[in-house]
């Protein structure tokens, strides 16, 4: 009965927990009375986060003591930033969770929101830092295990991200450790185990009809890679057909479209969803789709905006460096994204950071270099086609042809390799 | 200025906002996993245990997962997880360790793989090819001796789970469709899986929102029942009494030595290696490849009496450790403490709560009691030689009805209200008139298998209801 309790109707019995909690902290009385207004109640997990925020807005007016349903809403703000790519939203939850720590800055629902938070921002070593206290503060939590997992893999601790990951699948196998598991595989290069374990998350099911629509998006992800194409396309459309417009299953069946050489309709999909959410990453897949299909002033005029996009960004306070520092090397100035990689590398030393970097020195002239920082991509075993593409091209630019050809081959193998890298590995 | 695309405009407003987050998606992004802490499939919403009128000599036993299924939910239907094992576990001698149980483990199968639909227009028969999405499954019955395992058998196979009540156009006759769903066991019995009216019913607000009750102390009606209109996945069970005791036979009378057994439903998933390539360690090796991930055994303990940071640690354990891990929070429970703070003058008792250990967890003498010295369990506990009583008290025991909860638990029983009483010291003599304003379920239970309710439609779901105010009922509820 928990879940019925822990979410839907039941924010309240949160809040009388909360009650509980004011109670074992302060060791005395803590609200007077109940107060005579009642508290509007939670709408059930299938209702749109903009209503979810609407009643815990209103509670949160009520019960000003009661840090649960605050952290409850600043939750609910990330979500909405998520969903709808407005930035303003994470600001706001963060300010929440601002307040909640300074009551009690060991509350580990606070800690895990706002570790949650900073990974959203790209602030990885911020994330690490409040995921293990989260941790620490709630040795018998689960919730923690995911964010700190997650702090782990952006910082390239592959390692220490196994170790926790195993701890916590093997407290609950969920959706949250599932596909955290399907994740660590892929990165190493385990396509069909990553496969395995993301069915295993979508079998057992999301609380909220986004997060099983997420888990369709990235079985369609990992069916592209595996060449799966008919099979990655109706993961997508199962997906949309439950979340109809779901963004993350829109882009992916474009990229399963611009696989076939459909690249018409990719177009249009993309069109159709950029202009709801403009998040760089479509915006870039739209420019680069156009581009190959011929249509360069689209092309143009989409790459430039996403251009824009990533210094607004930067601007913003979101850490972008990775993805800016590949856009930069295919569509803007290779010096420049050598300085972002460089950033990237230095805030978060991961396998992507060390592609994006080598990339950007390969593309500015350097592919003895940018190749040493290719092999630091592919040390796990990525089957990536982007690190092998830009491996295989730096290898190829440094005069060692032997090394390049089976990367370029398996580059091109990949149904799941972008337009741009395709003309580069057929040069 | 450029001339700006249909497409750039919306574009360039979200850029002069500075409204962009990062993606969530894939590709080289960071990913963003959900990091749900509800798991519907997995959670077990609440577990009865009674004796059925109809069903004398059996244990019937109704166990639920998946809350607040939303009738009108769209193209969104719900299901058991195929990869889980779903259990109904009983103890026979008292220790809190499973001496038998039933596993249900589920199949899920799309007859035509082009379509997404639940099913076409017109469904007549649990059998009918127009359902696409259909279930099946089949039952173990395990038995141990002091936890080792001593045998297990599938006991049926190829069992059709009761299809979703998606609304009149896709199934006209639902009740017909759903009763095919009612299956006899070969080894005596009966069984039914599928969806059901949520046979729970509360006022999550009053209840729980620091016992914010509606009208005085909550015993006039008056309260809303926030599960009215929701549905559940759930499981029936009915077996002879001979398949659950401790000797195998039946139960003579409600004194004999086998008559109590204690109750509780638990979920297990599979147990993963991150790395499939792991070289196994033999303490690794030598563990379990399921992982308990859910258990329920009395309502509102994990609720009510665990604390916050503990109740993922009380899912993954069993309840032989219930004394050692939650034994204190029983005691001295916090929602005493939270009583008399709202309601000063209530005199509630905090400490020694004994009364509520017994009435729970070691099971009331020459009642519930399953063995002599038995510890606190939190298993429901109930007395297979107990008469079913015709004119039933919802608030059981303490309502004078030695029938009902905590002596096993019926679909009509009012444990909200009888669980708030004892927590105000109802067994001590504090007999107060709490209670949440709900007295019954939305809809009416059936009088025989698998009693529950059917599930509301899609198509007319009426969600909440309000319970009319009543006269006071009162201290002592036997004496209304």
Known sequence: MLARLAIGAAAAFVLALGAF???????????????????????????????????????????????????????????????????????????????????????????????????????????????????????????????????????????????????????????????????????????????????????????????????????????????????????????????????????????????RGELPAAIARLRRLVVRLPLPEYVIALGEYEQAAGRHAAARRDLALAHAEQRLLSAAGVNTDAEAAVFEADHGSPAHAVRLGRRAWAAAPSVRSADALGWALTRAGRPAAGLRWAHRALALGSRDPAFLAHAGVAARAAGRPAEAAPLLAAARRSPGLSPVLVREVGR | MRKLSVIAVPLAAALAAGAIAVSSGSGSSHREAPLSALDPTADDTDVYAFTAPDAPGDLTIVSNWIPFEDPAGGPNFYRFDDRARYYLNIDNTGDGVYDVRYRFQFKTTVRNPDSFLYALPGVTSIADPKLNIVQTYSVWRETY?????????????????????????????????????????????????????????????????????????????????????????????????????????????????????????????????VARTARHTKARAAQAREVQVSRLGNPLVNELVVPLGKKDFYNRTQPSGDLKHFGKYVLEPELAKVLNILFPGLNVPETDRTDIVQALLTGIPGLTQIAPGAPPTDTLKINLGTVPNPNPNRYGVIGGDTAGFPNGRRLADDVTDSSLRVVGGFLKGNKLPLGDGVDQNDVPFRATFPYVAPPHAGFDSQIKRAEPQHAPVGPDPSQP
């Open chain 1, 21 to 259: 909690g004011l109670l074992a902290r302060d060791g005395e009385p803590a609200p007077a009375a109940p107060s005579a207004a009642r508290l509007p109640e939670l709408p059930p997990p299938s209702a749109s986060t903009d209503r979810r925020i609407a009643v815990l807005q209103a509670i949160v007016r009520a019960r000003p003591r009661l840090e649960q349903a605050r952290v409850m809403l600043a939750a609910a703000y990330a979500q909405k930033a998520r969903e709808s790519g407005d930035v303003q939203f994470f600001d706001k939850a963060g300010g929440l969770l601002e307040q909640a720590l300074q009551r009690d800055p060991a509350d580990p629902a606070a800690l895990t929101e706002r570790a949650a938070l900073s990974l959203s921002r790209h602030d990885f070593r911020a994330g690490l830092r409040d995921a293990r206290a989260a941790r620490r503060a709630g040795p018998g939590l689960n919730r923690p295990f995911g964010v700190l997992v997650d702090a782990l893999v952006e910082l390239g601790r592959y390692r220490a991200a196994g170790r926790a990951l195993q701890a916590m699948v093997d407290r609950k196998p969920d959706v949250a450790a599932y596909s955290r598991v399907s994740y660590w595989r892929e990165l190493h290069g385990d396509l069909t185990g990553a496969r395995r374990a993301m069915a295993l998350a979508a079998e057992a099911g999301a609380d909220t009809a986004d997060s099983t629509a997420w888990v369709g998006a990235q079985l369609s992800h990992l069916d592209l890679l595996r060449g799966r194409l008919r099979l990655a396309e109706r993961d997508a459309r199962e997906a949309l057909f439950r979340v109809p417009g779901h963004p993350a299953s829109s882009a992916a069946l474009a990229r399963v479209e611009a696989a």
């Open chain 2, 145 to 273: 001796k002091n936890g080792k395992e001593t045998g297990a058998r599938r006991i049926a196979a190829g069992l059709p789970v009761a299809p979703d009540n998606v609304g009149p156009k896709t199934i006209p006759n639902y009740g017909a469709v759903a009763a095919q769903a009612v299956r006899a066991l070969p080894s005596g019995g009966k069984v039914f899986a599928g969806q059901v009216d949520d046979p729970f019913f509360v006022d999550l607000g009053s209840a729980f929102d620091a016992l914010n009750l509606r009208v005085g102390t909550g015993n006039a009606g008056g309260g809303k029942d926030d599960l009215a209109g929701y549905n559940v996945h759930t499981i029936v069970l009915q077996v002879p009494e001979a398949r659950v005791t401790r000797d195998g036979k039946a139960v003579a009378s409600a004194s004999a030595q086998n008559a109590v057994v204690g109750v509780w439903s638990s979920t297990d998933r599979e147990r993963l290696d």
